[in-house]
Protein backbone atom coordinates (compact mmCIF):
# COMPACT_ATOMS: atom_id res chain seq x y z
CA UNK A 1 0.00 0.00 0.00
CA UNK A 2 2.44 2.15 1.12
CA UNK A 3 4.71 1.72 -2.28
CA UNK A 4 1.33 2.33 -4.25
CA UNK A 5 1.09 5.57 -2.88
CA UNK A 6 4.34 6.72 -3.40
CA UNK A 7 3.95 5.88 -6.94
CA UNK A 8 0.98 7.96 -7.13
CA UNK A 9 2.66 10.94 -5.57
CA UNK A 10 5.29 10.82 -8.26
CA UNK A 11 2.81 10.34 -10.81
CA UNK A 12 0.90 13.59 -10.33
CA UNK A 13 4.19 15.39 -9.11
CA UNK A 14 5.42 14.41 -12.97
CA UNK A 15 1.98 15.45 -14.54
CA UNK A 16 1.67 18.78 -12.72
CA UNK A 17 5.16 20.14 -13.50
CA UNK A 18 3.93 19.35 -16.89
CA UNK A 19 1.83 21.62 -17.22
CA UNK A 20 4.71 24.34 -16.71
CA UNK A 21 6.68 23.17 -19.62
CA UNK A 22 7.11 25.77 -22.62
CA UNK A 23 6.67 22.49 -25.16
CA UNK A 24 2.84 21.76 -24.91
CA UNK A 25 1.32 19.57 -27.55
CA UNK A 26 -1.85 21.28 -28.44
CA UNK A 27 -3.74 18.47 -30.38
CA UNK A 28 -7.01 18.26 -31.39
CA UNK A 29 -6.76 22.51 -30.76
CA UNK A 30 -10.23 23.57 -31.96
CA UNK A 31 -11.08 27.28 -33.25
CA UNK A 32 -13.83 29.21 -31.37
CA UNK A 33 -13.43 27.33 -28.74
CA UNK A 34 -10.98 27.85 -24.94
CA UNK A 35 -7.71 25.62 -25.29
CA UNK A 36 -5.04 24.86 -23.15
CA UNK A 37 -2.29 25.56 -24.61
CA UNK A 38 -0.11 25.87 -21.42
CA UNK A 39 1.48 29.27 -20.72
CA UNK A 40 -0.96 32.20 -21.71
CA UNK A 41 -0.44 35.22 -19.91
CA UNK A 42 -2.20 38.68 -21.36
CA UNK A 43 0.16 41.07 -22.77
CA UNK A 44 2.89 39.15 -23.39
CA UNK A 45 4.42 37.08 -25.84
CA UNK A 46 2.18 34.43 -25.59
CA UNK A 47 -0.61 36.09 -27.29
CA UNK A 48 1.69 35.63 -30.68
CA UNK A 49 1.94 32.17 -29.79
CA UNK A 50 -1.62 31.50 -29.07
CA UNK A 51 -2.63 33.57 -32.41
CA UNK A 52 -0.31 31.27 -34.40
CA UNK A 53 -1.86 27.89 -32.93
CA UNK A 54 -5.09 28.92 -33.85
CA UNK A 55 -3.69 29.88 -37.47
CA UNK A 56 -2.76 26.58 -37.91
CA UNK A 57 -6.31 24.97 -37.40
CA UNK A 58 -8.48 28.26 -39.20
CA UNK A 59 -8.26 32.03 -40.43
CA UNK A 60 -9.41 33.97 -37.05
CA UNK A 61 -6.32 32.97 -34.69
CA UNK A 62 -6.89 33.77 -31.35
CA UNK A 63 -5.76 35.40 -28.12
CA UNK A 64 -4.85 34.90 -24.26
CA UNK A 65 -7.35 35.14 -22.12
CA UNK A 66 -8.35 34.52 -18.34
CA UNK A 67 -10.97 32.62 -17.21
CA UNK A 68 -13.06 33.98 -14.49
CA UNK A 69 -11.35 31.58 -11.61
CA UNK A 70 -7.96 31.57 -10.66
CA UNK A 71 -6.22 29.12 -11.75
CA UNK A 72 -5.22 26.94 -9.43
CA UNK A 73 -1.37 27.25 -8.74
CA UNK A 74 1.45 24.38 -8.86
CA UNK A 75 2.01 24.39 -5.09
CA UNK A 76 -1.46 23.83 -4.40
CA UNK A 77 -2.07 21.09 -6.89
CA UNK A 78 1.50 18.93 -5.79
CA UNK A 79 0.77 19.54 -1.90
CA UNK A 80 -3.42 18.92 -1.34
CA UNK A 81 -2.82 15.54 -2.83
CA UNK A 82 -0.06 14.88 -0.74
CA UNK A 83 -1.59 16.20 2.35
CA UNK A 84 -4.54 13.99 1.48
CA UNK A 85 -2.37 11.14 0.96
CA UNK A 86 -0.06 11.52 4.27
CA UNK A 87 -3.23 12.02 6.09
CA UNK A 88 -4.61 8.72 5.23
CA UNK A 89 -1.60 6.94 5.94
CA UNK A 90 -0.89 8.52 9.68
CA UNK A 91 -4.35 8.07 10.38
CA UNK A 92 -3.85 3.82 9.47
CA UNK A 93 -0.92 4.18 11.29
CA UNK A 94 -2.03 5.56 14.17
CA UNK A 95 -4.67 2.99 14.72
CA UNK A 96 -5.65 2.32 18.60
CA UNK A 97 -5.04 -0.64 19.78
CA UNK A 98 -7.65 -3.28 20.48
CA UNK A 99 -8.81 -4.28 24.06
CA UNK A 100 -11.35 -7.32 24.71
CA UNK A 101 -12.48 -9.36 28.29
CA UNK A 102 -11.83 -12.72 27.55
CA UNK A 103 -12.96 -14.26 30.04
CA UNK A 104 -14.39 -13.52 33.77
CA UNK A 105 -14.09 -16.16 36.82
CA UNK A 106 -16.58 -14.93 39.86
CA UNK A 107 -16.95 -16.82 43.11
CA UNK A 108 -20.52 -16.90 44.47
CA UNK A 109 -21.90 -13.15 45.92
CA UNK A 110 -22.30 -12.87 49.47
CA UNK A 111 -24.74 -9.77 49.65
CA UNK A 112 -26.71 -7.86 52.13
CA UNK A 113 -28.99 -5.17 51.97
CA UNK A 114 -25.10 -3.31 52.80
CA UNK A 115 -22.32 -5.35 52.25
CA UNK A 116 -20.71 -7.66 49.12
CA UNK A 117 -18.51 -10.09 49.29
CA UNK A 118 -16.91 -11.54 46.05
CA UNK A 119 -13.89 -11.67 43.95
CA UNK A 120 -13.70 -11.68 40.02
CA UNK A 121 -10.66 -13.19 38.30
CA UNK A 122 -10.54 -10.69 34.72
CA UNK A 123 -8.33 -11.59 31.80
CA UNK A 124 -7.84 -9.62 28.93
CA UNK A 125 -5.83 -8.78 25.47
CA UNK A 126 -4.56 -5.99 24.13
CA UNK A 127 -3.95 -6.03 20.46
CA UNK A 128 -1.16 -3.81 18.90
CA UNK A 129 -2.28 -2.70 15.30
CA UNK A 130 1.30 -1.24 14.81
CA UNK A 131 3.30 -2.77 12.04
CA UNK A 132 6.51 -0.63 12.86
CA UNK A 133 6.13 0.58 16.52
CA UNK A 134 6.14 -0.95 19.77
CA UNK A 135 4.16 0.22 22.97
CA UNK A 136 5.06 0.14 26.89
CA UNK A 137 2.08 0.55 29.02
CA UNK A 138 2.63 1.74 32.78
CA UNK A 139 0.23 2.73 35.63
CA UNK A 140 -2.02 0.42 34.32
CA UNK A 141 -5.21 0.60 36.64
CA UNK A 142 -8.62 -0.69 36.76
CA UNK A 143 -12.20 -0.53 38.42
CA UNK A 144 -14.70 -2.59 38.63
CA UNK A 145 -18.08 -1.39 38.86
CA UNK A 146 -21.99 -2.48 39.72
CA UNK A 147 -23.99 0.43 38.46
CA UNK A 148 -22.41 3.60 39.85
CA UNK A 149 -20.96 1.70 42.59
CA UNK A 150 -17.20 0.64 42.63
CA UNK A 151 -16.82 -2.75 43.99
CA UNK A 152 -12.97 -3.18 44.35
CA UNK A 153 -9.38 -1.95 42.45
CA UNK A 154 -6.74 -3.59 40.68
CA UNK A 155 -3.66 -2.70 39.19
CA UNK A 156 -1.13 -4.60 36.14
CA UNK A 157 2.45 -3.99 36.32
CA UNK A 158 3.82 -2.23 33.83
CA UNK A 159 4.72 -4.31 30.69
CA UNK A 160 6.41 -4.07 26.63
CA UNK A 161 3.99 -4.84 23.39
CA UNK A 162 6.14 -5.73 20.30
CA UNK A 163 4.79 -4.66 16.70
CA UNK A 164 1.54 -6.94 15.69
CA UNK A 165 1.29 -8.86 19.00
CA UNK A 166 -1.47 -9.47 21.51
CA UNK A 167 -0.67 -9.72 24.83
CA UNK A 168 -3.00 -10.94 27.27
CA UNK A 169 -3.17 -10.06 31.39
CA UNK A 170 -5.00 -10.29 34.76
CA UNK A 171 -6.74 -8.42 36.22
CA UNK A 172 -8.24 -10.00 39.90
CA UNK A 173 -10.79 -7.75 41.90
CA UNK A 174 -11.73 -8.96 45.57
CA UNK A 175 -14.49 -7.25 47.73
CA UNK A 176 -14.64 -7.90 51.16
CA UNK A 177 -17.63 -6.97 52.93
CA UNK A 178 -17.36 -3.77 50.53
CA UNK A 179 -20.33 -1.54 51.78
CA UNK A 180 -23.20 -0.80 49.00
CA UNK A 181 -25.95 1.61 48.98
CA UNK A 182 -29.44 0.20 49.70
CA UNK A 183 -30.68 0.07 46.08
CA UNK A 184 -27.78 -2.07 45.00
CA UNK A 185 -27.94 -4.29 47.80
CA UNK A 186 -31.32 -4.96 47.01
CA UNK A 187 -31.12 -5.61 43.47
CA UNK A 188 -28.37 -7.97 44.42
CA UNK A 189 -30.34 -10.01 46.55
CA UNK A 190 -32.84 -10.18 44.31
CA UNK A 191 -30.84 -11.32 41.58
CA UNK A 192 -29.05 -13.46 43.47
CA UNK A 193 -32.52 -15.46 44.60
CA UNK A 194 -33.39 -16.08 40.77
CA UNK A 195 -32.64 -20.00 39.78
CA UNK A 196 -30.67 -18.20 36.97
CA UNK A 197 -29.21 -14.90 37.00
CA UNK A 198 -27.08 -12.28 35.25
CA UNK A 199 -25.35 -9.75 36.83
CA UNK A 200 -24.10 -6.75 34.29
CA UNK A 201 -20.91 -5.30 35.50
CA UNK A 202 -18.31 -2.34 34.25
CA UNK A 203 -14.52 -2.17 34.01
CA UNK A 204 -12.91 0.94 33.38
CA UNK A 205 -9.18 0.74 32.61
CA UNK A 206 -6.69 3.52 32.48
CA UNK A 207 -2.66 3.55 32.11
CA UNK A 208 0.14 5.71 30.23
CA UNK A 209 1.11 4.53 26.57
CA UNK A 210 4.60 5.42 25.26
CA UNK A 211 4.81 4.77 22.06
CA UNK A 212 8.21 3.65 20.06
CA UNK A 213 9.75 6.40 17.73
CA UNK A 214 8.48 5.84 13.93
CA UNK A 215 5.89 7.66 11.48
CA UNK A 216 2.97 8.49 14.44
CA UNK A 217 0.46 10.90 15.62
CA UNK A 218 2.92 11.18 19.09
CA UNK A 219 4.42 9.33 21.50
CA UNK A 220 2.63 9.80 24.47
CA UNK A 221 -0.90 8.87 25.79
CA UNK A 222 -3.31 8.89 28.38
CA UNK A 223 -5.19 4.97 27.69
CA UNK A 224 -8.92 5.05 28.87
CA UNK A 225 -10.77 1.71 28.14
CA UNK A 226 -14.55 1.54 29.26
CA UNK A 227 -16.17 -1.80 29.22
CA UNK A 228 -20.00 -1.55 29.74
CA UNK A 229 -22.17 -4.08 30.23
CA UNK A 230 -19.92 -7.11 31.56
CA UNK A 231 -22.09 -9.97 31.49
CA UNK A 232 -21.47 -12.52 34.28
CA UNK A 233 -23.91 -15.57 34.39
CA UNK A 234 -24.45 -17.65 37.84
CA UNK A 235 -26.54 -20.27 38.29
CA UNK A 236 -26.91 -23.31 41.02
CA UNK A 237 -25.25 -25.92 39.13
CA UNK A 238 -21.83 -23.96 39.26
CA UNK A 239 -19.93 -22.74 41.93
CA UNK A 240 -18.52 -19.91 39.92
CA UNK A 241 -19.80 -17.00 37.53
CA UNK A 242 -18.25 -17.18 34.13
CA UNK A 243 -18.14 -14.17 31.24
CA UNK A 244 -21.57 -14.63 29.20
CA UNK A 245 -20.51 -12.95 26.05
CA UNK A 246 -16.96 -13.26 24.66
CA UNK A 247 -14.76 -11.73 23.88
CA UNK A 248 -16.33 -8.47 25.13
CA UNK A 249 -15.01 -5.71 23.36
CA UNK A 250 -14.65 -2.39 25.33
CA UNK A 251 -13.60 1.21 23.96
CA UNK A 252 -10.42 2.84 23.86
CA UNK A 253 -9.31 6.39 23.50
CA UNK A 254 -5.77 7.53 23.40
CA UNK A 255 -5.68 11.02 24.67
Same mark, same amino acid.
Given at each position: ????????????? %?????? #???????? #??????????????? #???????????????????????????????????????????????????????????????? /???????????????????????????????????????????????? /? %?????????????????????? %????????????????????????????? #????????????????????????? %??????? /?????????????????
Amino acid at each position: MAKQTVASLLLIA %VLVLCI #GCKEVRVE #GLQCCFDNHIGSCNP #GTSDDDRCNQLCLNSCTKGGKCKHFNHAPPTLLIIIVGPIVLYGEQILRRRCEHPRFTIDSVVS /TPINASSSEITASWNVSFSLQNRFKHQSIFYEYVSASLFYGDMLLSNS /T %VPPFHQAEKNKTTKNLTFSARA %VHVDELVGKALLAQRQNEARVLKFQVKVK #GLVTLSPGIRCGTDYLMIVNCKNVR %VGYSPSA /TVGTLEDWPKKCTLQLT
